[in-house]
Every structure is written in C-alpha cells, then in structure tokens.
C-alpha cells in the first residue's frame, strides 16, 4: 500500500511559479510511475505530466498545454516528487493530483492507469 500527500498548492499571478510537492509512503516508488494530474470545477480530470518509474528508464511525459512550462522530477532519497511549474497561466487552475502506478504499467495518461492516489493541492492563478 501506498500513501501520497500532495502540497505546495496556493494562489499566484499569471507568470508565476510554484513547486509542488508530492511524498510518498508505505513503499519505495522509486521503480513505480508517478504521474499529476489537475481537475477545474466541472471538468474531467486531465494528465499533466508522468515520470516513469527505473523499471522504465524514468523518462517523462507531459501534456501539450504545459510543455516547456512544467517540470516533473524526483528525489528517491526523499521518496518524492516534484512538479515545478513556470509561467503559470489563469487555465492552470485546478486541484492537482500525483498518482502512482508500479511496474507493469497501463496507459500513463489515463487516470485509470495508476493505483494509488493523493488528497489533491489547490492551485489558483489569478489574471
């Protein structure tokens, strides 16, 4: 079993960043791809981003609304990982989700791909 808690949410300004922060507990997931998602009020929930997991080679994917813009990284030793996102924009709002899903893998940009799930963290980008 595997615990997420998300954090870093918060209210910025267009163009601004904020890092958020997803840490993981229970297990390793080091070898397990751990994906963000966001969720705005009356929409679907969409993929952000996905670092795959050792057992993959850990690279990364994002979606076309955030590449160039977002960051997904990992620091094993702290069992986390990170969403570093710039430039932010208003469209950017939503609560943000990380998600975890070990080896074998099913489709990384689909949320029924991935077993374990956060709380979620607000974020707020104001015009």
């Known amino acids: 079993q595997v615990q997420l808690v998300e954090s870093g949410g918060g209210l910025v300004q267009a163009g601004g960043s904020l890092r958020l922060s997803c840490a993981a507990s229970g297990r390793t997931v080091s070898d397990y791809g751990v994906g963000w998602f966001r969720q705005a009020p009356g929409k679907e929930r969409e993929f952000v981003a996905v670092?795959?997991?050792?057992?993959?080679?850990?690279?990364?994917y994002y979606a076309d609304s955030v590449e160039g813009r977002f960051t997904i990284s990992r620091d094993n030793a702290k069992n986390t990982v990170y969403l570093q996102m710039d430039n932010l924009k208003p469209e950017d709002t939503a609560g943000y989700l990380c998600?975890?899903?070990?080896?074998?893998?099913?489709?990384?940009?689909?949320?029924?791909?991935?077993?374990?799930w956060g709380q979620g963290t607000q974020v707020t980008v104001s015009p």
């Open positions: 670092s795959m997991g050792s057992w993959s080679g850990g690279r990364t």
């Open positions: 998600a975890a899903d070990r080896p074998p893998f099913g489709y990384y940009n689909s949320p029924d791909g991935y077993d374990y």
